[in-house]
């Protein structure tokens, strides 16, 4: 067939059999908004927004759905279908976390906060991973009016996180349909449809079960085809839009898959497939597990010599140097190790060394149970002067018993300890070079990032020994291997998976892979914090919005203490990150203390997964100076500004200052009504509640801000407590001649005693503790835009710390 | 056919037997209906007295199906030699005795119990059937068969001119059947009332080796029962459309879906297939290399599925959502094949047709809407029940003459027509001709057939309200206009039923209502709007003054009501102090009640309890 002409919007478009009107538009540069169409997926005609007029076709026919055909009259942009897409968009925005579009800081919020808030649950693009990719956001922003004029539906569904690897938060979801199609295009079978119906209609497997337990093979498409950001990777959905996109191959197993990788500051923060192909899927391990693999913690960074009995870094000259004497005094009685699934020039190095030095060569592959019980008796019988093992195929003991041993390696492990040289490698995707395809030929991997530290290609420190002692790599060529005999294809079930990986138990550096059966080493489990059954008792604990939590504590010690505006740090377990929470409430008597706590990273979400009768295992305060009552005169007017947590951490002020006779009003901000809390508990201890929303769900639109601006003056004090944007905010709209105005800030604390000097900031350009000057310093002298970048000091680490398992399972 | 031949001379000396109306005999509707009206606790009665009797082996007891007046059942006819056989209404299993001894032993009528006489005169004051109020204007063509034959009788079909339209059609080429569809102007009557015959055209001129025909039998709207009582009562009128559609469309396999809440007429279509199967007209090469199956598909109760492209993807086991089209159903349908969709009356009506003619029935009906459409009259009716009627009869003739208006006087206040994809008319619209063009141009649907009539006690805003939740629930929730469209409307209906509506409120039911209408995927999403822009379009009014007054005029929403005791007219007798959930009523034995209007919460408990008219609405 050939190509047929057709009209859009008056210009004449040339167009394929079998495209659709959308796909003709699209070749000829026209735009027409979709979120539910995709190139590659089955037509589906969800969204709605792609409608088009057509010349005697009745309506507005979806363009993704409508072949294109000979002669057609399109218009895809009358004055009908721009109010059609836009009515459209404003339902799919109100069933969809949306307040942030109709706030007018919202640019402001977006510049100052360049990174989403890593909260637990996506309440708006502010606490959305998503954020910097949302395909709903980008179609919206261009569609939209600022006033969507209908009530967010708001559910307050649970972030699923039963499944390894993806974070299913629903209440993001527009049913676009494009995870089930994708799946169902790669896979033939979709894991995944949609349940129920109507406003309960959700993306599920078949009755709701974990996609672990049913056909899902984790390759991670509907993940990557989500617009919405409901379906997430769970550990690299924090790291923004990456910077690059890179092709190479992934050696974990010997199929050797192509993978794009995503790139973001010089690391690989996510993988996804080469294409929706059938044969381009890929495992868990490589869609999910190569990123975590290549940023764990656990990575070997620098080479190691022993010197006088210690292991201590050295230069690369020096350890070749080392390398070769060892060799050289040890020649016949050496064990070399190849692994099968590492690079051809590895490999061919590795058995010129072997040759050139009459070493054992022991080939290895993934699926070795470490080396073969005779080379192990051999090493346990003192046979071999020396070892070159490439990997983790010792144990600690074995390790012991060979004098002179050299490991190389692409992580830390227990047994590098008894070595005598540590040589740290890259790996694919961080070096180039050759493997085999599943037929035997020779395929080349590019490296998509640049090694870290004294990490290099294991071959060409190989083919530097070699050089040094004359022989020639290149004789050692060899004929590749393709698909060993009986391979069994981990993108085609996930119970194929390779357990290791040059000798390591993957689950070491990805733990999700545990929820799938496979197996961490015994050494890493043993590390696992016992359970901690001191502490201090959680006595209630409930939601009062999503993502805050109030948690009563007893520690009545503490409690006979406190005074208002004070803070106490908390920690989840003994080995938690120390963070510091604003007391609430207390009683003295009762022995207890109240928080509201915002899970915005793990510390706090680890504190948000413990239940009434849990322990937490830190409760240090009362810290902190407290709020100086007698500041605020008998009589006088107090504003009192709380946004976040602050919301709660104006109650004890509040309450504090009504008994002492003030005149306290409360003013509340949240960027929509489902966000807020405690307006019965503040309205009790103030003469007036003032609530505003960002979106303009409750009370009037806007923010702290605009109670500052409209009624500042009218107070004699203000206090302003929130994220550093809302007092900043604050800062600028309070009355320049303010006397008493204070905000109560919250830099990263350690010790919260004044020792680490963490929490510095600058106040009227001095420099001051927040946590023992603090955390009142006076509105607006403080430096906020030093606050705010401080705050981001650890951004890549609290990145990383997000996803890993809190208390024993995955967070919830 | 050949094969029939024989069969019709057998089956017709079983039909004389039937209908000898001097034979003794006791027919029992027991359709659903029937059934649920208690039917077959009468029809055991009627057995057990007869064997007392010892006329077990005389007088034979028959189970018929619906014939149309549901506000009458139990219905049972009695035949006795020398009396004219009686149309008995209301049976009770106690009325039976009386009716045996009378009827059949004495031979004379029991006027009290009586509804018509089956004969043409008059016969002791009891009217004849004919010229009964709710059927003397009806004109049954689809419902020729329905309670009157035994719908387990393929004979009775069979002697009643069954199969003749397939003979018939056999008779001529498949093109000729559709060239005689299009002449009859039949229009699917399963809402959307596309022209049949052009349908059947598409699907005819698709190229395939296979191709489906569809019966859809999923019925769903509230108040809709015309293909229940047309697949209860006459299944093999539906079959014998089936196998004509069939041949005309060149279809080897036919799906019949029907509702799973439909057992009993699953279980006489079961019955209808065997039976054709055994007559040699399914499932075997016919004389003119014809060969046909057809299976029934049950369905599963999602409202959606009555949508041709959701119903496909239910037959082919995925789950229910519409597709959208193109491809249309003649060129690509169930599992890709050119397929055709056919509603169960549709279908019954074609079987009439072909045996009677295009001419015939194109005379009957309107100019645009030709012959006649099933409807079932249902609410606050006096007459309830399933009719047949001429396209083109006046809406009042159907209320009023047909139905009886409005029982215990109350003044009617709206017919809801077409379901929840339809509108609500009011008795402006008595004069309008029911087709088409007529019902559509004042905003409102012919649809399935359902007619909702309601009175002065209907609210309707709470009338829109519960189609619009009806419709929220039912939204499969695949497009964006109709999952979030229905509940944002649903919303702000209960936001005015509870005297919480603002002005604006109106415009936003209109611009919500303006998306899903143009935008929704399917015709769910895009007519779920009718009930609410009827309503305000003809009772703006009502609107308004539980938005502006916080008043509801038909005293029926909570919170917008509120309810007094006459002191009066109390006796103190305790049942509403009994039935109040709040506690809200005091006054104790013999005393007059008070409602405490604090903690009343407007639900209408005492109001509906109290024996004495004692409780007030205001």
Redesign the interface.
Known sequence: MSTFKLTIDGKVVEAQPGMTVLQAAKSAGIFIPSLCAHDELSPYGACRLCVVEIDGVRGTPTSCTTPAAEGMVVRTNTDQLQLQRRRTIELMMSGHPSPCFSCDSRADCEVEKSQPTRAGHATRCGTCSNRPGCELREVAMGNFTRDIGLPLIYDESKVERNDPFIDKDYNLCILCGRCFRVCEKVHGKPAISIANRGKKAKISSEFEKAWSAEECKFCGACVDECPTGALTDRWGKWFGKPDKISETICAICPKHCRVAVKIKDGRIVSAKSVSLKREDALCALGRFGIPQIMNSRSRLLRAQMRKEGELVPVSGPEIIKRFIEICRSAEGKILVTEHTGGFYESRKGIRALADRFGAKLVKLSNDSDGLDEETKREIAEGKFEAAFIVGSYLDESLASKIPHLIIADFMKTPEQESAELVIPFSIFGETAGTFASSGGEKIMSAAAVASRSDQRPLSGFLSEVCRECGVDVKAFDFKLEGLPAGFKDPAEDKRNMPERFLGHFLADFVPDLEMLGLRASPHKKAAKMADFDAGFEILEKRSVAPNFHEVTVKAPDMAKFVQPGQFAILMANADSERSPFTIIDWDAEAGWVKFILEEVGRSSAEIGALKKGDRLAVVSGPLGTPVNLDAFAKGSKALLLGGCYGIGAIYPIARALSERGVEVTCAIEASSAYMLYFKDELKSVSKKLVVRTRDGSEGEKGGCRDVLKESGKDYDSIVAIGCVFMMKQCAQAAPKDAKHALCALNPIMVDGTGMCGACRVSVGGETKFACVDGPFFPLLDVDFAELGKRRTAYKLLEIEAMPRHIGGKCHS | MEILKSQRESAQKAWDDFSDAGKARVLVGAATCGRAAGALDVMEEFKKELSAAGLSDKVEVVETACIGLCYAEPLVEIRAAGIPPVLYSNVHPKDVSELVKSHIMAGKAVVGKAEAVMVESPYEGIVPFKKHPMMELQKRIVLRNCGVINPSSFEHYLARGGYKGLERAFSMTPEDVIEEMKKSGLRGRGGAGFPTGMKWGFARASKSDEKYIICNADEGDPGAFMDRSVLEGDPHSVIEGLMIAGYAIGAQHAYIYVRSEYPLAIERLRTAIKQAEEAGLLKRKLENGFEFEIKIKKGSG?F?CGEETSLMASIEG??A?P????PFPANSGLFKKPTNINNVETLAAVSSIMRDGAESYAALGSEKSKGTKTFSLAGKIVRTGLIEVELGIKLGDIINKIGGGCPDGKKFKAVQTGGPSGGCLTSQHFDLPVDYENLGAVGSIVGSGGMVVMNEDSCMVEVAKYFVNFT??????????C??????VH?ILEKITSGKGELEDIE?LK??A??MK????CGLGQTAPNPILTTLRYFEDEYMAHIKEKRCPALVCPGLVTFRVDAEKCTGCTLCERACPTGAISGGPKKPHVIDGEKCISCGACFQTCKFGAISRE
């Open positions: 999602a959606v995925v789950r959502m597709r959208p089209k193109p929220e629930n039912e939204s499969c929730g695949k497009c964006v206009p999952r979030m469209g229905t509940q944002h919303m936003r611009k919500i303006f998306t143009q935008s929704s995927l």
